[in-house]
């Protein structure tokens, strides 16, 4: 393979990648539902680490990051903190978000229903988009 192809083929994000696996025999099937992309930076002088997942479709459907706060009202700390696409819909040719929930101890890995019960606090729909 050409230097230049494999190249193309190591940096094509996993939702432009074919979704197929090789079954013995010949056949191809089927086997994205959703990916995960996730970017590790630097901002302000502290890492931060954002993920987001996506179906196949390349829809935005949930996003988390680690954001400083204090939600419990002590002192401040690092918290997951994220959100749930519910929908998305197309104005004008753009498809965006257009309904979704959002708060802290978005997929905390000590309580999963926390974010839920405790963290939600924003939730907005979008009914119309006027780019300008």
């Known amino acids: ?9 190591a940096f094509t994000p996993r939702s432009q990648s074919p979704p ?3 079954i013995e025999g ?3 099937r089927d086997t994205l539902s959703v990916s995960v992309v996730q970017a590790n ?3 302000l002088g502290e890492p931060a680490e954002l993920t987001l997942t996506v179906n196949n479709q390349g829809m935005l459907e949930r996003m988390k ?3 400083w706060g204090n939600p419990e009202g002590g002192d401040c700390h690092y918290v997951d903190f994220g959100g749930i696409i519910d929908e998305s819909s197309t104005f004008d040719g753009y498809t965006i978000p257009t309904r979704l929930r959002v708060g802290w101890y978005f997929d905390s890995p000590e309580r999963r229903d926390r974010f839920e ?3 939600e606090f924003f939730h907005c729909t979008i009914d119309k988009a006027i780019y300008k």
């Open 1 to 9: 393979m050409q230097s230049s192809l494999r190249d193309a083929l």
């Open 20 to 22: 197929y696996e090789y």
């Open 26 to 28: 010949g056949d191809f």
């Open 41 to 43: 930076f630097t901002a």
């Open 65 to 67: 990051i680690r954001r």
């Open 117 to 119: 019960s405790e963290g």
